[in-house]
């Protein structure tokens, strides 16, 4: 079964910092991995989607790219904002049209 | 842009009771799937449907548990006997194909708490 874990749990910044958030599977053999934005008490926003055949995507100020042979994948958020706080959510899909397996999540904090 | 719509918001229900959480996919999409999020802990799957079956289900989708496409353009969820532990936010995502390019959106979910 496919586990996914991300680090660190949590994470504070000052705004205007660039940040990396990390995320780690166990099986390699992915289809695709979605990068979700999770806001208190709220639904999941897609950020990106990267194919298994693609080694990176860039949406903004948001590049996600992966490293399927070491099962990793990284969010990189460029020039940090008050409003990127929220949590945020890997997901890993091993099959066609089949689950995600999500990620324990990394709760971001932008300090003004 | 379209967008994956679920009500209620919240639901309160006495344990033992049965609900019905309904979900409306993009219209387009053909792949229809409910996830849950108990307070503090991982998104987990529960079940996909396509073409008018469960495609998959996940070992916490027992006999409780029961997916329906009524009509169209509906997508439920019933879970019959409530328990305590059925209290989560519950989350139906849709996805136009299994093509590797096509994202799962979310809906806003519903928060379900049982007394």
């Known amino acids: 079964k496919q586990e996914v874990t991300q680090i660190p749990a949590a994470l504070s910044v000052p705004e205007g910092e660039n940040l990396v958030l990390n995320c780690s599977f166990t099986?390699?053999?992915?289809?695709?991995l979605q990068w979700f934005r999770q806001d208190p008490g709220k639904g999941l926003t897609s950020l990106l989607l990267?194919?298994?055949?693609?080694r990176e995507q860039t949406s903004g100020r948001l590049n996600a790219s992966l490293d399927k042979s070491s099962g990793r994948s990284t969010l990189y958020i460029a020039a940090s904002q008050p409003g990127d706080s929220a949590t945020y959510l890997c997901a890993v899909n091993s099959q066609a049209g089949n689950q995600f397996y999500f990620g324990t999540g990394t709760s971001l904090t932008v300090i003004p | 842009e379209p967008e994956v719509t679920q009500t209620p918001s919240h639901q309160v229900t006495q344990m033992g009771q049965e609900v019905i959480l309904r979900c409306v996919p993009i219209?387009?999409?053909?792949?229809f799937y409910w996830y849950r999020q108990i307070l503090g802990q991982k998104v987990e799957f529960l079940v996909s449907?396509?073409?008018?079956?469960?495609?998959?289900k996940s070992e916490i989708f027992d006999d409780q548990f029961s997916v329906e496409r009524p009509d169209g353009s509906n997508f439920t969820l019933k879970i019959r006997s409530t328990k305590l532990e059925d209290s989560a936010m519950y989350f139906c995502a849709s996805r136009e194909g299994p093509s590797s390019y096509n994202e799962q959106f979310f809906g806003p979910g519903t928060r379900l708490t049982v007394l």
């Open positions: 449907f396509y073409n008018n079956e469960i495609s998959e």
């Open positions: 990267i194919q298994s055949s693609q």
């Open positions: 219209s387009n999409h053909l792949y």
């Open positions: 099986d390699s053999a992915i289809y695709n």
